[in-house]
């Protein structure tokens, strides 16, 4: 049922004559001009240097505070052939860190091997059983990358058995940092970094780089991957870092990614930043998110073809097993989602639920319902519950359940995200006061998911020309976001669903004798509602669609606002109890028989009504959907619904239990028949002999029924006690004339015209 509201914000608006007059500075679009006005870049120079950025913007990385300690200390146990290992995280952000700093301290002839912290066994972060582990085994130094800023405890055992560790981290700096040798961030207390915006593999690249110089930049590639995967801000120098290491990636001789992008089908030439974040970094987070992350290292560092394979095959099968358990646990917490959607805040908890994916699942849930979502898992042998946390905009998650933290086992996060696990008795208590807490932040926030549009364009500016200049504002990311772009008063035609499980949407906007292919992904919903082909305004993403060298622009589409009102057609549709399930609509009946049956299992927050010509018609706010249920019995009966709620959308339905259409209307031959059937029987029982008039005039019981009330209506018998007679000597009259046959002509009417004609000739019924 598409109910939803959004809100759709375009962004400051910009001087034209200023726009015009860059695009004619440029050679390029308007449209590209509005753009670069919109990103503060004023003037072609400007612009000119964000296309290209200058790899000076890959600073001097002797500018962290405690950089050059710590290349110190790591050199010194370089050369005293001390064992080095360097510590790292789970996620695409942390392997890729660890892979750089092992590979830069292996080059310097460093005794060096790296450690990935098991999700489930040690989690994120510094943990002081690992620490005895690597130090049991001769470690005399540890080097953290992705992770480290937190780790006070785990941190001051190691320096207690006598072995230094050097952090570099990007997460947020406590009050007091960790008693580390040194402490490489970009937010440092004590000195700030020029790009404060680092991921952990732009910092652990920073220190390869101030360990080996120029060398340094051949690990711009995985920089790139931690930098584009973590979701940094894609200025300064992280902008720098994911543009070059793009370009490094396209011709990359490193076998792990060669061989993980052939195993992905993925061409090296064609690598963007959405190839990093759709393609590269799911696989590589999914092996962390269930199990052992090393294997990632392993691929991004070894030079065995053989072994490359062999791991790429295992990361990916690895995905494929992330991606079915997701479906599965989405599934079950989009059914408990449902009851829930009218708290503040959704708290899903069940047993057993893979806590690897939680993050994951929480994202859809927040997609679909747009509400804040904590997802939980049960592990009854430990008496624990863990999960994640996703919000939306305008939503502080963290300052919601941070008020509980003293009654939780752990806790940790941002505005957007947090993680957490409670005590298993603590989940009722908590579920009841986080939603309390969740209901007073939520207080002035609007419900609407918002768009924030870039630019609307012109319908006459959409080419390829266009979106090639668009595209050299890449890489997109944080605050250099892909331009979602609004397209006024278009017309879908072509309408399918598409796809293996038929969940996509595809369509052609038509405008001015032109056309524009569009697809929206796991929308096949839209294709109900938008086959009526209103008009419409669109937002999206504009691409070009590149097909055995032919190429064609698309749009990616987001959301639809129509322009006039919408006519869904749900007439094959079986009428069932999830239809009633729905939220903020209203439920039309003409039948009182089908109203009794389904008005007791209409959701609590819908309305209903018997259309009849007792009742006058309710007023329902502005957008409410209506859904006509069953067939009126007169298609007059239908107009005046029609003429009343045509602004709202429209969902028919038009259930028809009767089927007078396909019966059809008795020929004169059967009346006839069946008159000298009773002039033969004379006295007709109904409870007795009805099987057998059925059976004798091969007709099924309700058309008998008609028949035989016209022919009392007319006269021709009588009825009493239950019992049939013939009246002797009738008046002659005309079957037609009888209110009984011209109701079951209307009947009919009503189901050929609103039942069994095309979608095409009822919306051309609609409109006359």
């Not at 999700?119 to 990358?145: C, S």
């Not at 711009?220 to 070059?244: C, F, K, M, P, Q």
């Not at 298609?635 to 019966?663: A, G, R």
Request: proline content about 3%; hydrophobic content about 35%; overall charge negative.
């Amino acid at each position: 049922m598409q109910n939803k509201k959004t809100v759709w914000k375009l962004n400051k608006q910009i001087d034209e004559a200023k726009r015009d007059q860059l695009a004619s500075e440029l050679g390029r679009s308007k449209t590209f001009a509005e753009l670069c006005l919109k990103r503060g870049l004023e003037t072609k120079e400007a612009v000119e240097q964000f296309i290209t950025p200058s790899m000076d913007l890959i600073g001097d990385p002797f500018l962290f505070y405690d950089m050059e300690k710590a290349v110190e200390r790591i050199m010194a146990a370089v050369e005293s052939h001390e064992q080095i290992t360097v510590y790292g995280d789970y996620d695409a952000d942390g392997v890729t860190s660890t892979a750089i700093l092992y590979e830069a301290i292996e080059l310097l002839g460093g005794q060096v091997d790296y450690f990935i912290p098991n999700r489930f066994k040690e989690g994120y972060g510094p943990n002081v059983e690992a620490f005895d582990q690597l130090i049991d085994n001769g470690t005399h130094l540890i080097v953290t990358v992705d992770n480290g800023v937190s780790g006070h405890e785990a941190i001051s055992h190691a320096r207690s058995r006598g072995v230094d560790v050097i952090v570099t981290d990007h997460h947020e700096c406590p009050d007091v940092l960790p008693e580390a040798y040194a402490v490489i961030h970009p937010r440092h207390p004590e000195q700030h970094y020029t790009t404060p915006d680092l991921s952990g593999a732009g910092v652990s690249m920073k220190m390869a780089q101030a360990l080996l110089g120029e060398n340094s930049m051949e690990f711009l590639e995985l920089a790139a991957i931690g930098t584009i995967a973590d979701l940094v801000s894609l200025t300064g120098e992280n902008r720098a870092i994911a543009y070059y290491g793009l370009k490094v990636l396209q011709q990359t001789q490193r076998l792990g990614l060669i061989t993980l992008m052939q195993a992905s089908n993925i061409k090296p030439d064609s690598v963007d930043e959405e190839t990093v974040g759709f393609q590269l970094a799911p696989p590589i987070n999914a092996v962390g998110r269930l199990g052992d992350a090393s294997l990632v290292v392993d691929l991004l560092t070894t030079f065995d073809e053989e072994k490359a394979v062999k791991l790429s095959h295992e990361i990916l099968a690895k995905n494929d097993e992330r991606k079915a358990i997701v479906e599965a646990i989405t599934e079950e917490a989009m059914i408990m989602a449902e009851d829930k959607k009218n708290q503040s805040l959704m708290v899903l908890a069940k047993k057993n639920w893979h806590e690897g994916v939680l993050g994951i699942v929480a994202s859809k849930i927040t997609e679909k319902f747009h509400k804040p979502v904590l997802v939980l898992t049960v592990n009854e042998s430990e008496n624990k519950i863990k999960g994640s946390g996703r919000s939306i905009e305008g939503f502080n998650l963290y300052e919601c359940v941070n008020d509980f933290r003293d009654k939780l086992q752990s806790f940790g996060g941002h505005e957007m995200a947090c993680g957490l696990s409670l005590d298993r008795s603590y989940l009722s208590e908590f579920t009841e006061e986080v939603n309390k807490k969740a209901e007073q932040l939520s207080g002035s926030l609007k419900s609407e998911k918002t768009f924030h549009i870039a630019t609307e364009i012109d319908w006459r500016d959409i080419d390829t020309q266009t979106i090639e200049d668009i595209e050299q504002l890449k890489p997109f990311g944080q605050d250099n976001t892909k331009p979602l772009v609004k397209i006024g008063s278009v017309f879908p035609e072509n309408t399918k669903k598409i796809g293996a499980n038929q969940t996509h949407f595809k369509a052609t906007l038509q405008k001015d004798d032109s056309q524009l292919d569009m697809i929206a992904f796991n929308s096949a919903d839209w294709s109900d509602i938008l086959k009526s082909s209103p008009e419409i305004d669109i937002i999206g993403y504009l691409s070009i669609n590149e097909w055995n060298g032919f190429r064609k622009v698309q749009l990616q589409a987001l959301d639809y606002k129509s322009k006039e009102p919408l006519i869904i057609d749900q007439r094959k549709s079986a009428i069932q109890d999830k239809m009633f399930k729905a939220s903020n609509v209203h439920f039309i009946f003409f039948q009182k028989a089908i109203a009794a049956q389904w008005t007791p299992r209409i959701d609590s927050g819908s309305t209903h009504q018997i259309a009849d010509s007792e009742s006058e018609l309710k007023e329902i706010p502005s957008g409410t959907p209506i859904i006509i249920v069953d067939t009126p019995e007169d298609v007059e009966h239908f107009k005046s619904i029609y003429q009343t709620y045509q602004s709202h959308p429209i969902y028919l339905y038009f259930h028809s239990p009767n089927d007078y259409y396909l019966k059809g209307m008795p020929k004169k031959q059967h009346f006839q028949k069946l008159y000298k059937w009773l002039m033969k029987k004379q006295e007709v029982v109904l409870s007795k002999d009805t099987k057998h008039m059925v059976k004798s005039m091969n007709l099924d019981k309700d058309t008998l029924k008609f028949m035989l009330m016209v022919f009392l209506e007319n006269e021709f018998v009588t009825m009493e006690d239950g019992k049939l007679s013939l009246v002797s000597n009738p008046s002659k009259k005309q079957l037609e004339d009888t209110l009984t046959y011209k109701k079951r002509l209307k009947q009919i009417e009503a189901e050929e015209v609103l039942v069994y004609s095309s979608f095409k000739e009822l919306l051309a019924y609609l409109k006359k």
